[in-house]
């Protein structure tokens, strides 16, 4: 099992980032191409505690190292199910994430939060554990690891790249919103 982890400080608030979070894969993110459809498969608020939970379903275009597709296959798109967890009381939001597409070979878990640093900053830590189910070949089962860890290195600096255009999209549109609130008034 291989780890990757990161921590970033956004200068949005809480509610600013807990709010655009939904907005990620929009077209405001010209960095998240990749994903082709992002699918609700329940939504739900517990009435003890307030807590949204809210389950996803993520389809992305495959994109695979040439000598990695040749061992675990060709795919064009790969699938992504994710539970999140929005505490509006703790001022979390966490996602919980696993791939589906080829998950009897690798499995893919990766956790993010969101938690606010103080009222204009919010902190992302993101941890994904890697784990290539292969068996008794460790060369392969380690270079398989080592290659997603690296796609995840690469993929962080355009995640927030892509984000940052989120929120900066989301505030300007709030702010116009709230100037049109108030010139009705």
């Not at 459809?37 to 040439?66: F, H, M, W, Y």
């Not at 992302?124 to 392969?140: E, H, K, M, N, S």
């Not at 860890?149 to 116009?176: D, Q, Y």
Request: glycine share 4%.
């Amino acid at each position: 099992m291989k780890v990757f982890s990161t921590a970033i400080t956004f200068d949005y608030s809480w509610e600013e980032v807990s709010t655009a979070n939904w907005q990620k894969y929009g077209p405001w993110n010209d960095k998240a191409s990749h994903v082709i459809a992002v699918d609700t498969l329940n939504r739900r608020i517990d009435p003890t505690t307030g807590i949204l939970r809210t389950e996803r379903l993520i389809t992305c275009k495959q994109s695979a190292p040439e000598w990695l597709k040749s061992l675990l296959g060709h795919m064009d798109t790969s699938q992504v199910y994710e539970v999140s967890y929005v505490n509006p009381a703790a001022k979390t939001v966490t996602m919980v994430s696993q791939n589906l597409t080829l998950a009897n070979l690798v499995n893919v878990q990766e956790t993010v939060v969101y938690k606010p640093l103080n009222a204009h900053q919010t902190q992302f830590v993101q941890d994904a554990r890697i784990t290539a189910l292969c068996g008794g070949w460790q060369r392969i089962k380690n270079s398989i690891e080592d290659s997603l860890v690296t796609r995840f290195k690469e993929n962080a600096h355009k995640g927030r790249e892509g984000f940052e255009s989120v929120l900066h999209m989301s505030r300007r549109a709030f702010a116009e919103e709230r100037l049109k609130v108030q010139m009705a008034v």
